[in-house]
């Protein structure tokens, strides 16, 4: 790129994305560098879309300014804290669906199961499920298919809970050494030192 002449910024599209290991290469390099918040849609709209017409556009854009941010730094223990934190989210929202099939399925099912559990707290139904033994042979039997699904859904729920809950180990020694002083003042949790961390 210096072969074109003096360079005085870079514009980089999807920082955070794709253009991470192009954003890591430049600020090695030195050189600064600038994300691309969002495409100009006129200049879209007027010459169609390109890889190249896009990093004209990009290099446009820093070098006026404009749809133009600071990006974030990838790497360090603030970018271990924002994967991490993704990565929680995910398991959450998966082991969430998995509740929510364990319980429309025992709506569902044949009275005789469903009257067995009844009245349960929710880790009770789920170790209760996750640790029965139904008969694999017996796949004929409409019941025995609904334990077999029931416990295969409680066992994928307790797999995301372990997951989550090393997560949690991992992210809260992560931020004990970021921000010792925020954790130690009253009322202040992890979770809002994580979410204050992984928007710097």
């Known amino acids: 790129m210096t072969s074109f002449g003096v360079l005085k910024r870079i514009g980089v599209e999807c920082t955070g994305t794709y253009g991470s290991g192009l954003l890591r290469y430049c600020q090695n390099a030195g050189l600064a560098v600038l994300e691309v918040t969002a495409p100009d849609r006129m200049e879209r709209h007027k010459r169609g879309k390109s890889d190249t017409i896009d990093a004209e556009c990009a290099a446009h854009a820093a070098f006026s300014g404009i749809r133009t941010v600071t990006p974030k730094t990838r790497d360090g223990m603030i970018e271990s804290l924002r994967v991490l934190k993704t990565c929680r989210k995910t398991a959450i929202s998966a082991r969430r669906v998995a509740l929510q099939i364990i319980h429309s399925n025992i709506i569902s099912a044949p009275d005789e199961l469903r009257e067995q559990l009844r009245n349960m707290t929710r880790m009770?139904?789920?170790?209760?499920?996750?640790?029965?033994?139904?008969?694999?042979?017996?796949?004929?039997?409409?019941?025995?298919?609904?334990?077999?699904?029931?416990?295969?859904?409680?066992?994928?729920?307790?797999?995301?809970?372990?997951?989550?809950?090393?997560?949690?180990?991992?992210?809260?020694?992560?931020v004990d050494e970021l921000a010792p002083e925020l954790i130690k003042r009253n009322g202040i949790r992890k979770r809002f030192a994580v979410a204050d961390h992984c928007r710097r």
């Open 124 to 174: 009770q139904l789920i170790r209760t499920l996750g640790f029965s033994r139904p008969d694999a042979s017996e796949y004929h039997n409409v019941t025995n298919i609904y334990r077999i699904a029931l416990k295969s859904l409680a066992r994928r729920y307790l797999e995301l809970h372990d997951e989550t809950s090393d997560l949690d180990v991992l992210i809260a020694a992560i």
